[in-house]
């Protein structure tokens, strides 16, 4: 379910930015509305600023509930993933931002409501996956960490002492500093596993250490501002090029 929820910035935005001047394209009725004593870009600038703000606002009032709704599920992990992080904090609001630019840019080039609120949908998700899976973890330098196993500690630890962190790789690493991955990692784990007793003890008699690559979850609101500021940034660069192409006279 929380999942779903990160199209709610687009059903908020994209749907409120799409129609803008698609509709009038569409209808021709821009030929009225943009003849009368009030210049277009003046008409522009009143519908971007009322519905983006209230865009936003509305998208701010939906993250705060989500936060308040996740607090107990924040005990269980998951604060930098895409159920808590995309859904909490500045965030939304950005996305919200972008949506709706989005949805007003694809309606100037589509000229028509219902394929701009499509084609804004396929690039708004593109983008989302591309900044969560390939860029947020790398908008700054991770953290790599290499411990020792305490033999006695029942099992084999994974990821980091904070369960909300970002694990980004992990594995083991040999005596000579060697890093084992793959299946030679998985070799290693079911020899430590062999005759079901303590494998942390096998691990350390052998030299065999842990290693994790991770963004902390202490990094969360510097990550808020930077997405943050590059989907609003993206918003800002996509209505400048709608005032833009509305300077045109042939639009």
Excluded at 77 to 93: E, H, K, S, W, Y
Aim: charged fraction near 15%; avoid cysteine; glycine fraction near 12%.
């Amino acid at each position: 379910m929380l999942i779903l929820l990160n199209f709610a910035p687009f059903a908020i935005g994209g749907f409120l930015g799409a129609p803008l001047l698609a509709r009038e394209l569409e209808a021709g009725t821009w030929q009225l509305a943009w003849t009368q004593a009030v210049p277009r870009r003046r008409w522009l600038a009143v519908k971007v600023v009322a519905l983006g703000t209230a865009g936003v606002l509305l998208a701010g009032g939906l993250a705060a509930v989500i936060a308040w709704y996740r607090r107990p599920l924040d005990l269980l992990g998951g604060g930098l993933d895409i159920t808590a992080f995309d859904l909490t904090g500045t965030a939304p609001m950005a996305y919200t931002l972008f949506a709706f630019a989005l949805g007003v840019a694809a309606g100037v080039v589509l000229r028509r409501s219902l394929p701009a609120a499509a084609g804004a949908l396929v690039v708004f998700v593109a983008v989302r996956v591309t900044v969560a899976g390939w860029i947020r973890p790398h908008f700054v330098a991770p953290v790599t960490r290499v411990e020792a196993y305490v033999p006695g500690s029942g099992d084999i630890p994974e990821g980091t002492s904070n369960v909300r962190d970002m694990v980004l790789d992990q594995g083991f690493v040999d005596a000579g500093g060697r890093r084992i991955t793959g299946l030679g990692a998985v070799i290693l784990e079911g020899r430590a596993r062999e005759g079901g007793g303590d494998p942390t003890v096998y691990l350390h008699d052998h030299g065999i250490r842990h290693w994790v690559v991770y963004q902390p979850m202490e990094r969360y609101w510097t990550f808020q501002l930077i997405e943050s500021a590059t989907f609003a940034g993206l918003a800002v660069l996509l209505l400048a090029l709608v005032f833009l192409r509305l300077r045109r006279p042939a639009f």
